[in-house]
């Protein structure tokens, strides 16, 4: 099946061209990185995890969200789901795939991702996240791969694949509650210190990761001959809608925790990132941002004669996307650093190679992304009108 992936127009060819040079010259401040070390970051005593963690807690989100597609399909048998399931599934693959880029990017030695197997330690929550990521990594390979050649083939998929399929439905949620974990589970770290913050990252990622895949298949429905359904894009409005609202109260109950507690612990990082604190406040306009595209998201989306205008639709999840990545890919991190135990403020923000070697890792998923979804709707395309029993 790869060999669908080595022709296309000149727009696919180009496309590919573009993030190879994306990647190329990311892969150059990463040898910069790697020579030198992580002094090139912004990161420091005070801000230890920065851009490189804030983009893999955000994308196991997205990894995590594959299953509001898988769910429905094979458990409820919600066949309006059947063209776009597979879009759903290589996605996660190419989320989790940046997941692990951007931790050896944030380790600054490759070779120390080794020592997490080398030296487990059990009671290392980052070593369960490294098994419940790369088990559900294997587990979307496996039945992705195994449902489209079922499909080129024009037969039903093998019956041994529908355990794995069952499995991978159960293990979607572990591997964002897990992330939630090293978090929360850091009893200096007040922001983090929270029961409801797993819950704050489903609600976030069932959201979020919806989100892009109605824009990447509404892209799809524009360059291609493939159509994923219009009732499948509509149903995913509809939960992007509906977590996106969890999403937003859970935020609440938090800032209202925070500030009617009073307790400066808890209220400081809140302070600092939406109106700063002792006279810093990078992230002011961002977080405000974040806010303003989640309201105005919601706005759109809770009417449906709005979520029906596909165009609308788009935009609104282009919102619900920054506003989820501003907050978790960026704020979320920064503002649990922020004061430091020292009721300190040393503020972050990533340096060009930083944010290069980031856009890099980007590319490389996309590229990944782009290269599955070429085979995903090539074979689509073969075998259309094809009716194929899962």
């Not at 098994?131 to 390979?141: K, M």
Request: include cysteine.
């Amino acid at each position: 099946m790869l060999e669908t992936a080595l022709t296309g127009s000149r727009r696919y060819w180009t496309w590919i061209i573009f993030l190879l040079a994306l990647m190329g010259i990311g892969f150059l401040a990463y040898l910069k990185q790697f020579s030198y070390g992580l002094g090139i970051t912004g990161l420091s005593r005070d801000v230890s995890w920065g851009l490189y963690i804030g983009q893999f807690t955000f994308l196991v989100g997205v990894a995590a969200s594959g299953v509001m597609l898988v769910l429905p399909y094979y458990l409820h048998n919600f066949k309006q789901f059947g063209k776009i399931t597979i879009l759903g599934e290589f996605l996660v693959i190419s989320a989790v795939i940046m997941c692990v880029l951007f931790i050896m990017a944030d380790m600054g030695q490759p070779m120390r991702v080794v020592n997490i197997f080398l030296h487990p330690s059990l009671n290392s929550i980052l070593f369960w996240d490294t098994i419940v990521l790369n088990g559900y990594l294997l587990l979307n390979v496996l039945v992705g791969w195994t449902i489209l050649g079922s499909e080129r083939k024009g037969i039903a998929p093998p019956k041994w694949v529908k355990p794995f399929i069952y499995l991978s439905i159960a293990w979607a949620p572990s591997i964002h509650t897990v992330t939630a974990f090293i978090y929360a589970g850091l009893p200096g770290r007040h922001y983090w210190l929270s029961a409801i913050m797993a819950a704050r990252f489903l609600a976030s990622a069932f959201a979020g990761g919806p989100a892009l895949l109605i824009i990447l298949a509404l892209i799809i429905r524009k360059f291609t001959k493939f159509d994923p359904g219009k009732e499948a894009i509509q149903t995913l409005g509809k939960i992007v809608t509906y977590f996106m609202l969890t999403n937003v109260f859970f935020f609440g109950l938090e800032f209202f925790t925070a500030l009617y507690s009073g307790i400066p612990g808890h209220s400081h990082p809140f302070k600092y990132l939406f109106v700063g604190l002792e006279g810093h406040g990078r992230l002011v306009p961002l977080m405000w941002a974040s806010v303003l595209m989640a309201l105005g998201s919601l706005l759109i989306l809770i009417f449906p004669k709005a979520r029906k205008n596909e165009s609308i639709l788009a935009f609104a999840c282009v919102m619900v996307f920054l506003s989820l990545w501003i907050d978790k890919g960026f704020g979320l991190i920064i503002g649990g650093f922020v004061p430091n135990m020292f009721e300190r403020v040393f503020e972050y923000w990533p340096t060009i190679p930083e944010t290069l070697i980031t856009i890099a890792i980007w590319a490389t998923g996309f590229f990944v992304l782009t290269i599955l979804y070429k085979i995903a709707i090539s074979i689509r395309e073969e075998t259309a009108g094809i009716e194929i029993e899962h």
